[in-house]
């Protein structure tokens, strides 16, 4: 696990180039209330999963819409700031490009998705930047130990708000670094990276039913 404070370096090209974008979390009932107009088939795919929204770079929708989204390889990861935050990571990569959510883990919400990863419980949607469209990619059961990531969520439900806003800026710059997550796709080096931040819910402001869910 990195700590922040080890961090430290001088940004790159690519690291110029990352594009943030607010990231949403949706409860199961939030799903099943942004679906209920979809049809049979589609609202049993989304039945009682979590979701997980963001955005991507164009060249990066354009290259995960060309496999099937279960095949997209993805990492979990964590890390603790200098302040005492926790953030969880979830990455997907294709070549050189990934897409990095980030959560912070002191919400009970954020620790209830991590739970449902072992079990496929959940899923990722990932619209294109500028765009409407969106790539959705169904959660496939978890073979890694996430205990060690789930203890962080429990260490870090004391913790208010205001720690991880204070921490923000300096997640913000340390996940732009292409080499903040390292490639795990052979023969490729990270070269393209978009990150979606899902900020504490008291932070973040309320999205309208059924926006996020693709």
């Known amino acids: ?46 039945e009682q999963r979590w979701m997980l929204c963001g955005d991507v770079k164009v060249a990066t929708y354009d290259l995960f819409t060309r496999i099937p989204g279960s095949d997209i390889p ?51 949607s990932l619209g294109r930047a500028g765009g409407l469209e969106a790539v959705v990619i169904q959660g496939q059961p978890l073979g890694a130990d996430i205990r060690p990531l789930l203890q962080l969520c429990e260490s870090a439900s004391g913790l208010s708000s205001a720690v991880c806003l204070q ?10 670094r292409a080499d903040a997550i390292p490639s795990f796709i052979t023969g490729y080096e990270v070269t393209d990276v978009s990150v979606s931040i899902t900020l504490p819910g008291q932070l973040a402001a309320p999205a309208t039913t059924g926006e996020a869910v693709h």
């Open 167 to 176: 921490d923000l800026h300096r997640v913000m710059l340390t996940l732009a």
């Open 74 to 124: 993805f990492r979990v990861s964590a890390f603790s700031s200098t302040l005492g935050s926790h953030w969880g990571v979830i990455t997907h990569q294709l070549e050189g490009h990934q897409h990095r959510f980030v959560l912070p883990l002191g919400e009970p919400a954020f620790a209830a998705f991590f739970r449902a990863m072992p079990i496929a419980r959940h899923g990722f």
């Open 1 to 46: 696990m990195n700590r922040l404070r080890e961090l430290t370096y001088e940004p790159s090209k690519n690291d110029l180039d990352t594009q943030f974008a607010k990231g949403r979390l949706m409860s199961p009932a939030e799903v099943a209330a942004a679906t209920r107009h979809r049809t049979r088939s589609e609202i049993e795919r989304y």
